[in-house]
């Protein structure tokens, strides 16, 4: 506001003058009047400057939160992945086991005499 209003007094310094006179009457009208009034430029720098912290703060909470849960996933997806190789080689060797089990009956099969 105060940038457009020095512009506003290059370019025609009585209608500017006449728009920071009116712009100064408001602030002292309201201060009067008990609202507050917030155009000191420093705070309102520090409270933008606050702000921008504040969000980016809240983007790497944000971003942590979101490698937490795609690193969870990737771990509980490789659990998931063992457990299935895991069962298909049990199912292998019972299999197997079954087959030897077979093959060792007792019996006159396979004797030549």
Do not use: Y
Not at 74 to 102: F, H, V
């Amino acid at each position: 506001r105060a940038k457009k209003l020095e512009e506003l007094k290059k370019n025609d310094p009585e209608k500017g003058e006449a728009i920071a006179k009116k712009e100064a009457w408001k602030a002292a009208m309201k201060r009067a009047s008990g609202i507050k009034v917030h155009d000191d430029p420093k705070l309102i720098k520090k409270s933008i400057q606050k702000r921008k912290k504040r969000q980016q703060k809240n983007a790497e909470k944000w971003e942590e939160r979101v490698q937490s849960r795609d690193q969870l996933k990737e771990e509980k997806q490789q659990k998931r992945s063992a457990n299935i190789a895991e069962r298909i080689n049990d199912k292998k060797m019972r299999k197997i086991a079954k087959r030897e089990k077979k093959l060792l009956r007792p019996g006159l099969e396979g004797r030549n005499s």
